[in-house]
């Protein structure tokens, strides 16, 4: 070999351990950026004429296994829907509390058996009557008070739908920017490897978001694929989504839409994304359809109650709560039972129907025929004597009214069980002239929570607590003067602390199955649920945060920069250049002795 090929071997040695200390020393600096992965200087040796020239430079390469990196992106894809889930779910038990908390919805409900019972004992007690609704009001408020939380939680996601829309479509441009980037460093023959970290990076977080699968082309750009429908190739396919400005029982959601597609939803599979949509689309509002079948069941089973009893004096009047009724609803064929219409004085006493006989009429509900209608009903109300000490009429908002005339005082009682127009309601009940709670009747089981949004106490009775139906009417034969609504009787509300403290039978709902339990206990049942789903959350989420951890740790393991084999390597490299170094000082030593000796 000559001196020249032999200079030029060294020179090149020279050149490549210099390019190799700068990738090291890169390396050693990027040892802590996330997303980083050794660089390998690439070298091979040089032959000119079958004989070895010195070194060529092979490019600057990547460590990293890709199969582990597509491990990676599909277990962060779960972990990103496990993470949302769980910090959505913990706000939901921060207002659904515990079982075991005193603040609590079944709480409330515990708190309202117990007034009921002392307003039982003492029924004309008015702190025992203010007690009473005050904690049914509470039992209402709790009630509201959660709905409208999960509500507003839907409304929350429902915005972050759209942020997360956003951070997609921002991260699908920045990866098609960096294939344009590879792709031209690439043909240009320029290695790529910090932008191919760079690239990694954003898939990485993208695969948080959405469901991601990739293909690399042999240009070096990568094609990004969801659901099957390629994003990011030539061009990008963008989603889109416009978030509703307030979410409430029965709002309608528009679509998630993706370039060339009006409806992405089937696309969208794990991800960010995927736990969000079904968050707002179904776990909340199976929550909050559970409250709508609690308040349901308690706006039904206490009116039937209180609508059985009266207070104490009697009312001047009552007027139903549900309307629309225009009098020629047919109801004889379904319905049965006796009722009972009293007028009494503001004692309770029975008065005279002017005829000299006791004012109460016992009205056959079932003898009216098959074809009577409500109208009928009101008439039989009505019938002479009567028409002189009351008035029954379906006012303008259609809704049956009995009115005593000057200071007389009604009373309604069932002296058989009525069943009004086959609806398994009383009478009282049927037209809600009595009830102890209101609510949205008109809302449907597909507006979950719209229910449980409304109910609240009647008004009626937050005006004039001694308008609590603590007592009922009699059965029995009575004259004129009899004392037939006792100050002392607390039998009606006897009968709703016992309503409390029976087994009912709850219909499956929202996740829930199908249970006979008091209503706290269903409340409790609720709040239990609701726990559940955070402690799986939670551990669902730790269990995948550690395979997403022992993922990366392996990633690391296998691409990460390690210092001390950095250090060594760099050492190697240090006493390579010296080496080269010293050939080309004894190289040139030996031209001058050339050049000496010609």
Do not use: C, W
Request: no cysteine; charged share 15%; proline share 3%.
């Amino acid at each position: 070999m000559s001196l020249g090929l032999a200079l030029q071997s060294a020179i090149s040695s020279l050149q490549l351990n210099q390019r190799a200390m700068t990738v090291t020393s890169s390396n050693i600096a990027n040892v802590n950026t996330r997303g980083y992965t050794r660089k390998i200087q690439g070298q091979e040796s040089r032959i000119l004429g079958g004989l070895g020239t010195g070194v060529r430079d092979n490019g600057i390469t990547r460590r990293v296994d890709q199969f582990l990196i597509k491990d990676i992106r599909r277990e962060s894809s779960l972990f990103g829907a496990l993470a949302y889930r769980t910090e959505i779910l913990r706000q939901t038990q921060d207002f659904f509390g515990t079982p075991s908390s005193n603040t609590g919805i079944n709480a409330a409900i515990n708190q309202l058996g117990t007034a009921l019972s002392a307003l039982s004992i003492n029924p004309d007690d008015n702190v025992a009557q203010l007690d009473f609704l005050t904690y049914a009001q509470e039992t209402a408020r709790q009630v509201r008070f959660m709905n409208t939380e999960l509500q507003g939680l839907r409304s929350t996601v429902d915005q972050e739908i759209n942020d997360t829309v956003n951070s997609i479509n921002t991260l699908l441009n920045q990866i098609h920017d960096l294939n344009v980037q590879i792709s031209q460093g690439r043909a240009g023959g320029n290695p790529t490897p910090e932008l191919d970290d760079i690239r990694d990076t954003y898939v990485e977080d993208l695969s948080e978001l959405i469901n991601v699968s990739t293909l690399e082309n042999p240009t070096g750009s990568l094609s990004i694929i969801i659901g099957g429908v390629v994003v990011v190739d030539q061009v990008v396919k963008e989603f889109s989504y416009s978030p509703q400005s307030s979410v409430a029982p029965g709002t309608t959601f528009s679509n998630i839409t993706l370039t060339g597609f009006t409806d992405a939803s089937p696309f969208i599979t794990n991800g960010r994304l995927s736990e969000q949509l079904a968050l707002r689309d179904t776990t909340l509002p199976n929550m909050a359809a559970q409250l709508d079948t609690l308040a349901r069941t308690v706006f039904d089973e206490m009116n039937a109650i209180h609508n059985l009893g009266t207070s104490f004096p009697p009312p001047s009047s009552l007027t139903g709560s549900v309307g629309g009724f225009t009098g020629a609803e047919v109801i004889g064929a379904t319905t049965t039972g006796v009722l009972r219409v009293a007028v009494t004085d503001a004692n309770g006493d029975i008065i005279d129907d002017g005829t000299g006989n006791p004012a109460y009429r016992d009205i056959d509900l079932g003898a009216l025929g098959a074809g009577a209608t409500i109208t009928d009903v009101v008439n039989a109300i009505n019938a002479v004597p009567y028409n002189t000490l009351l008035t029954a009429s379906i006012n303008a908002d259609g809704q049956l009214q009995i009115v005593g005339a000057g200071t007389n005082r009604i009373a309604l009682t069932e002296v058989t069980a009525v069943d009004f127009a086959g609806s398994n309601q009383g009478f009282s009940h049927y037209f809600g002239l009595n009830d102890l709670f209101t609510a949205d009747t008109a809302a449907v089981s597909t507006d979950e929570g719209a229910f449980a949004g409304s109910l609240n106490v009647s008004a009626f009775l937050q005006n004039d607590p001694q308008r609590v139906a603590s007592t009922r009417l009699g059965t029995g034969t009575y004259i004129i003067g009899d004392n037939a609504i006792s100050i002392g009787d607390g039998s009606n509300a006897l009968a709703l602390a016992d309503k409390l403290g029976e087994n009912l039978a709850f219909a499956a709902s929202g996740g829930l199955p199908t249970m006979s339990r008091t209503l706290a206990g269903y409340a409790s049942a609720i709040i239990t649920d609701s726990a559940n789903k955070v402690a799986k959350a939670e551990t669902d989420m730790d269990v995948q945060r550690t395979v997403v951890e022992n993922l990366i740790f392996r990633l690391k393991e296998d691409s990460g920069v390690d210092i001390d084999q950095e250090l060594s390597q760099m050492i190697e490299y240090e006493n390579a250049y010296n080496a080269s170094a010293r050939v080309i000082s004894t190289i040139q030593r030996m031209f001058d002795e050339l050049e000496r000796i010609v």
